[in-house]
């Protein structure tokens, strides 16, 4: 009879011994658990990365203005794109825009793209141009791809028009508003775009 109560009491102890590990174990789980979750807010991985490009321009976009034949770097539309996410960057690689009728194709030389930091286009990096097809109609420039990964900052763009030597007096060149769509942003994170764009001045050729 003793040794019967020794074995349920050990078999007793055992059992509770048992419940106490898998307690221990239970709270040691439910504690890596959480402290997993805080990492992943407080360091979300970099697969995950999710962007915001929030697009704007003046009303009108450039101003209206006058230009002598031969003139360089005519303003033709602006706008900006400020950066909020994390890594990896999403990456600009095309710009689509449209130009109405109202002048010559042989009254241009160049269409091109430039970008900084501030508004300055005196200043501005050149990025992707073409001399091609530049009458009025649908215009693609496009090139090496530009990383958007700077959060917080503000790019300034500009599509600017070179006026041909013979240039045509009279000749006018507008650019209508840029989509969300016009601005081709490609990478395997998360890039959105919002916001919206203003139409350009008419930009007169005169002499």
Same mark, same amino acid.
């Given at each position: 009879m003793v040794l019967s109560q020794t074995k349920f009491i /050990? @078999? /007793? +102890?055992?059992? +509770? @011994?048992?419940?106490?590990i898998y307690s221990i174990f239970t709270s040691v789980l439910?504690?890596?658990?959480?402290? %997993?979750?805080?990492?992943?807010? %407080?360091? *979300? @991985? !970099? @697969?995950?990365?999710?962007?915001?490009y929030t %697009?704007?321009? *003046? =009303? *009108?976009s450039v101003p209206a203005a006058n230009s002598c034949p031969?003139?360089? +770097?005519? *303003?033709?539309?602006?706008?900006? %794109?400020?950066?909020? !996410?994390n890594n990896p960057a999403c990456n600009f690689t095309t710009i689509n825009f449209t130009t109405l009728a109202g002048y010559a194709a042989t009254s241009l030389s160049n269409f091109q793209l430039y970008r900084h930091t501030v508004n300055n286009l005196a200043a501005a990096t050149p990025m992707w141009s073409t001399a091609a097809s530049l009458g009025p109609g649908a215009h693609s420039l496009t090139g090496t791809a530009f990383?958007? !990964?700077?959060? !917080? =900052?503000t790019y300034h763009f500009w599509i600017t028009m070179d006026l041909a030597a013979g240039a045509v007096g009279g000749n006018q060149v507008t650019v209508p508003a840029l989509t969300l769509g016009d601005i081709v942003i490609n990478s395997a994170g998360t890039c959105s775009k919002v916001g919206g764009m203003n139409a350009g001045g008419t930009q007169t050729i005169i002499g």
């Open positions: /050990f @078999s /007793f +102890k055992k059992i +509770k @011994s048992m419940k106490k439910q504690t890596a658990a959480f402290a %997993l979750c805080v990492a992943a807010f %407080l360091f *979300p @991985s !970099g @697969s995950k990365a999710a962007w915001t %697009l704007a321009s *003046p =009303t *009108p031969g003139v360089l +770097k005519v *303003p033709v539309y602006y706008f900006t %794109l400020t950066m909020a !996410g990383a958007l !990964g700077a959060n !917080g =900052t």
